[in-house]
């Protein structure tokens, strides 16, 4: 063959998306967005080792709309990537390859993450109006 008319790999345009790739591509978003958050945690943390005026900026960032918002993104990416990371070890054990499991499976993670976000925040602001 020449070196001309060599066939191109099929790529994201030849074929339709799936919900198993649609979910490891998110898979690995939420992997990206955990590295976000680890920074974000830095930042909180150490922001307590330099006294109340550091401290307090922190807690305002993370205490406004977006900050809050941008926690329950972060909730939502660990929760996330945990389920569908349980998902690949059994995947990787030999388990769930079935079309009707995997999207099953891609469903439960979906359901799971976006409910143990919400009863997270739940029980964060319900302890919260405790005190």
Same mark, same amino acid.
């Given at each position: ?12 345009? *030849? ?6 790739? !649609?979910?490891? !591509? =998110?898979?690995?978003?939420m992997g990206v967005a955990l590295v976000g958050g680890a920074l974000l945690f +830095?930042?909180? =943390?150490?922001?307590? +080792?330099?006294?109340?005026? *550091?401290?307090?900026? /922190? ?10 918002? *941008? ?11 945990? /389920? ?19 999207? !099953?499976?891609?469903? !439960? *993670? ?7 976000? =919400?009863? +997270?925040?739940? /029980? /964060? ?7």
């Amino acid at each position: 063959m020449a070196p001309g008319n060599r066939p191109l790999s099929p790529h994201l345009q *030849v074929y339709r998306p799936q919900i198993t790739s !649609i979910l490891s !591509i =998110i898979h690995r978003l939420m992997g990206v967005a955990l590295v976000g958050g680890a920074l974000l945690f +830095t930042f909180w =943390i150490s922001a307590a +080792t330099y006294g109340p005026e *550091v401290f307090g900026f /922190a807690q305002w960032i993370l205490g406004s709309w977006f900050g809050r918002l *941008v926690l329950f993104g972060m909730t939502f990416a660990l929760y996330y990537h945990l /389920a569908n990371g349980l998902r690949h070890m059994a995947w990787d054990l030999g388990y769930g390859f079935d079309m009707p499991t995997l999207k !099953i499976t891609g469903a !439960i *993670v979906v359901v799971f993450s976006g409910g143990m976000t =919400i009863l +997270t925040f739940a /029980a /964060a602001y319900a302890v919260r109006g405790m005190h």
